[in-house]
């Protein structure tokens, strides 16, 4: 749900950050000297490593080890790039600690794109936390942010995860006259909180891997209560073509369909994305959401930085944010 408690809660959380982040960091100034190598997340990267070596070639441990980040040339012209943006998510403490770029895992991702750029590849991008989230630190969410709009060109998509809810992000152009790039969100399995499960099947160009469509399966977790000898009615939701009437994936289609929930008189595209987002979940959708609240949904899509984000959750501002 999101309302003007929300708004409350996220400018309340953003402050108590900055002023925590300043208490800690005059402490740590004092406390420098006294950090040993014990209080380390290392263990964990070392971990990962090693657990994930199962699926991912040998040379990708060293950037694992380094940060939980990698990338894979899948075949030839085809890469995929993993990053770590948990690094970026205000709860991680360690920011107090390091905060301009950890692991300068940015820099890695600028330089592995321009070495994809270099050898005609196309990429799909792999995270955790979305772009323009506000749970990112965010002079690390407006660099990630300049990093995409910088190689568009060559990322096919991204794929997130963090919000446990279906969404998308659209990256638009210096003019706002078109797309650029898109982020999806697959949801979860996982109900949190309040939600129906789900899994997503992406469709994908064997040539120029595009996405060029989805379906969204769920099952309804009420009535799969009600007999736990009955296994869930797993269903599909919707395709992501058929559902919003596009022709296809492209940037300009998907620029169109953001002028066409912006230009709905009746709300009704973004009352369907809101039912979606909520994975039609009786609980999370009746009464939850109305004309202020869609806006703000549609204001998150398109702006990624985390000024423009903040803002959307001003209902005066949040529509005309959507192309200004």
């Given at each position: 749900?999101?309302?003007?408690?929300?708004?409350?809660?996220?400018?309340?959380v953003s402050i108590q950050f900055q002023f925590i982040r300043y208490l800690v960091t005059m402490r740590l100034i004092h406390l420098t000297s006294n950090i040993t190598e014990a209080v380390s997340t290392q263990w964990l990267y070392d971990y990962v490593a090693d657990n994930w070596s199962k699926?991912?070639?040998?040379?990708?441990?060293?950037?694992?080890?380094?940060?939980?980040?990698?990338?894979?040339?899948?075949?030839?012209?085809?890469?995929?790039?993993?990053?770590?943006?948990?690094?970026?998510?205000?709860?991680?403490?360690?920011?107090?600690?390091?905060?301009?770029?950890?692991?300068?895992?940015?820099?890695?991702?600028?330089?592995?794109?321009?070495?994809?750029?270099?050898?005609?590849?196309?990429?799909?991008?792999?995270?955790?936390?979305?772009?323009?989230?506000?749970?990112?630190?965010?002079?690390?969410?407006?660099?990630?942010?300049?990093?995409?709009?910088?190689?568009?060109?060559?990322?096919?998509?991204?794929?997130?995860?963090?919000?446990?809810?279906?969404?998308?992000?659209?990256?638009?152009?210096?003019?706002?006259?078109?797309?650029?790039?898109?982020?999806?969100?697959?949801?979860?399995?996982?109900?949190?909180?309040?939600?129906?499960?789900?899994?997503?099947?992406?469709?994908?160009?064997?040539?120029?891997?595009?996405?060029?469509?989805?379906?969204?399966?769920?099952?309804?977790?009420?009535?799969?209560?009600?007999?736990?000898?009955?296994?869930?009615?797993?269903?599909?939701?919707?395709?992501?073509?058929?559902?919003?009437?596009?022709?296809?994936?492209?940037?300009?289609?998907?620029?169109?369909?953001?002028?066409?929930?912006?230009?709905?008189?009746?709300?009704?595209?973004?009352?369907?994305?809101?039912?979606?987002?909520?994975?039609?979940?009786?609980v999370k959708t009746f009464g939850h959401c109305e004309d202020d609240c869609l806006d703000t949904l549609l204001c998150f899509i398109v702006n990624l930085t985390y000024k423009d984000a903040l803002k959307c959750y001003q209902s005066s501002t949040s529509s005309r944010l959507i192309f200004s």
């Amino acid at each position: 749900m999101i309302s003007g408690s929300c708004l409350n809660c996220f400018c309340n959380v953003s402050i108590q950050f900055q002023f925590i982040r300043y208490l800690v960091t005059m402490r740590l100034i004092h406390l420098t000297s006294n950090i040993t190598e014990a209080v380390s997340t290392q263990w964990l990267y070392d971990y990962v490593a090693d657990n994930w070596s199962k699926w991912l070639p040998k040379d990708t441990k060293s950037t694992i080890r380094v940060g939980g980040f990698y990338t894979v040339l899948v075949q030839k012209g085809f890469r995929i790039i993993g990053i770590n943006s948990n690094i970026c998510y205000t709860n991680n403490f360690w920011l107090f600690f390091n905060d301009f770029d950890p692991h300068g895992q940015l820099q890695w991702l600028a330089n592995t794109l321009a070495e994809a750029e270099k050898n005609n590849e196309v990429v799909h991008l792999l995270s955790h936390v979305p772009p323009g989230s506000l749970e990112c630190w965010h002079p690390w969410s407006d660099e990630f942010t300049r990093i995409i709009n910088r190689f568009s060109h060559v990322i096919r998509a991204q794929f997130n995860g963090h919000t446990h809810t279906d969404e998308i992000r659209i990256f638009l152009n210096d003019n706002k006259d078109n797309a650029v790039n898109v982020a999806y969100n697959g949801a979860s399995f996982t109900t949190f909180v309040g939600n129906n499960p789900n899994y997503r099947v992406y469709d994908t160009d064997s040539k120029s891997f595009e996405i060029t469509d989805y379906e969204e399966w769920i099952f309804n977790l009420t009535e799969a209560n009600l007999d736990k000898n009955t296994p869930p009615n797993w269903y599909k939701l919707y395709s992501f073509k058929e559902a919003y009437g596009l022709s296809s994936t492209r940037n300009e289609d998907l620029f169109e369909l953001i002028q066409r929930m912006k230009n709905d008189p009746n709300k009704e595209l973004m009352k369907q994305y809101f039912r979606y987002l909520k994975r039609d979940s009786g609980v999370k959708t009746f009464g939850h959401c109305e004309d202020d609240c869609l806006d703000t949904l549609l204001c998150f899509i398109v702006n990624l930085t985390y000024k423009d984000a903040l803002k959307c959750y001003q209902s005066s501002t949040s529509s005309r944010l959507i192309f200004s």
